[in-house]
């Protein structure tokens, strides 16, 4: 027998007997959870349109993937194929609960029906679909985004770990203002620093005017752009000049002075400080059956509502309000608990709040807490809630919104252009609109006798005439175009 022939039979049959165990075997050896012969669903494939990776967790660590890979084993764990849990945040009552965690789907609904397929929409929501019955909402995936991907570890072709150079993950959920999810296809490969920002897109304007750029001290100009991001985040063409314009400080302020333009990549986190809290307290209900109040009896209030804030380091933490009808007409009692641990107000732990006859509230319609130490190293934090549009009508309990103004560190996930050059960011955290500087344009007298360099851009010439320099205005059709330039 040859004896190469001989060694590869142990091997054989430890293949043989994996692919019988689980599937079947790819990534150079790796056993493929999601070839299960007793999965409820398979081939839930999906991709990351924009920065951050899958959160995949076992017993002992967690680690990190852009590839989508998904299915429900027959215990309802969302399992990736490496055979680690999708982490996301469960959801009750359309209400995110809780930090995020290992991911399983309810196996069947209320009526006993199995499920049956899952649905993944952009935001990352999670619908269950039931057979032949109901269609449920029942979670969010988690995306981690890092301030240096570059740096995370390959494990192996598609897992990826947290390295002390890439530093800490910024968990996020999906979102048309940072990265979103598609259905029903996996991306082409899984390198962990992709989702950097690279700009497929055209800066164009075709009023006669050029953008600025500079040339390693020199200056050149041109109509039609590709616009990228160079490593130091500066704005940059196809040949790695720099552009040029009026830069904004850290508040969206647009700077008087001329200078590079250079877009922050990533976005610090901000601690949570107000909550707005747009709701309506039904006039009609009866105060709950058991008294007094605890968060642990569901008998006890009437109804809750769950927000995540943030602290100055931008980790999020669970915040739950929670509403108990009094014997009073117009009377609710507020109780806010973060983290588990009841807030409480110049020492108390309940608000009273009081409506006028119109259904306004009377008072309050601000309530300050005391401060409370997050933990983790980051700086207290002190919350007001504003319940100015808090109303009391004859209509069913509803949550319009909770808006709070904090959020976590975030990658920059897509740009924007308006009429006047002004550059606006989107961030994974969630933050949209983010002031990023300002485009300027130069018009010369005689264009035509610009010196063309050969690669879309020009030089001043003394034909030309010397540059005037200013903003653009509606006549200038400054855009961003999706594509390469010509």
Request: hydrophobic residues 40%; charged residues 15%.
């Amino acid at each position: 027998m040859d004896d190469n022939f001989a060694k590869c039979i142990p091997l054989y049959f430890l293949l043989a007997t994996l692919s019988l165990l689980s599937g079947c075997l790819e990534n150079g050896g790796a056993v493929n959870y999601c070839a299960a012969p007793d999965l409820l669903v398979d081939g839930v494939n999906l991709s990351i349109d924009g920065a951050g990776l899958f959160v995949l967790a076992n017993d002992t660590e967690t680690l990190y993937s852009r590839k989508g890979a998904f299915c429900v084993d027959s215990s309802g764990a969302l399992l990736h194929d490496s055979g680690r849990k999708a982490s996301g945040f469960p959801l009750v009552g359309g209400e995110v609960q809780g930090l995020s965690t290992p991911l399983s789907l309810p196996v069947s609904d209320n009526a006993g029906a199995p499920l049956a397929a899952v649905t993944v929409d952009p935001q990352g929501l999670i619908t269950a679909h039931y057979q032949m019955s109901s269609d449920q909402v029942v979670a969010q995936l988690a995306l981690a985004v890092f301030p240096s991907p570059q740096n995370l570890l390959p494990v192996n072709v598609d897992l990826c770990q947290q390295t002390v150079s890439s530093g800490a993950g910024a968990l996020t959920a999906p979102g048309p203002a940072g990265s979103t999810i598609s259905q029903g296809a996996l991306e082409g490969s899984y390198e962990c620093d992709r989702g950097s920002v690279f700009f497929d897109t055209r800066i164009v304007t075709s009023g006669g005017g050029y953008f600025r750029l500079n040339d390693q001290g020199g200056v050149i100009y041109g109509s039609d752009l590709k616009l990228g991001l160079d490593a130091s985040g500066f704005l940059v063409n196809a040949g790695n000049y720099r552009f040029t314009g009026y830069a904004a400080d850290s508040a969206g302020v647009i700077l008087p002075s001329l200078s590079e333009l250079a877009v922050p990549q990533m976005s610090p986190p901000r601690a949570t400080s107000t909550l707005t809290v747009s709701i309506n307290l039904d006039a009609g209900s009866a105060p709950p059956p058991s008294s007094p109040f605890s968060p642990l009896d569901n008998a006890s209030y009437n109804h809750s509502l769950a927000t995540r804030v943030y602290d100055s380091l931008g980790a999020p933490h669970d915040l739950r309000q929670y509403f108990v009808k009094q014997s009073t007409p117009d009377r609710w009692e507020a109780y806010v608990y973060l983290d588990g641990s009841v807030l409480t107000s110049a020492g108390v732990a309940k608000t009273t709040l009081s409506f006028n006859a119109d259904g306004s509230i009377a008072s309050p319609t601000s309530v300050a807490y005391d401060a409370v130490a997050p933990g983790g190293g980051a700086s207290a934090l002190q919350l007001t809630f504003d319940y100015t549009s808090t109303t009391q009508n004859s209509a069913p309990f509803t949550a319009a919104s909770v808006v709070q103004n904090g959020f976590a560190s975030g990658r920059l996930s897509d740009i924007r252009l308006d009429a006047a050059g002004v550059l606006t960011g989107a961030y994974s955290s969630g933050r949209t609109g983010v002031v990023l500087g300002q485009f300027i344009l130069a018009k010369f007298a005689f264009p035509l006798a610009l010196a063309p360099r050969g690669d879309g851009s020009y030089l001043e010439t003394a034909d030309s005439g010397p540059p005037t320099l200013g903003v653009p205005g509606p006549a200038d059709a400054v855009q961003l175009i999706k594509g390469t330039a010509p």
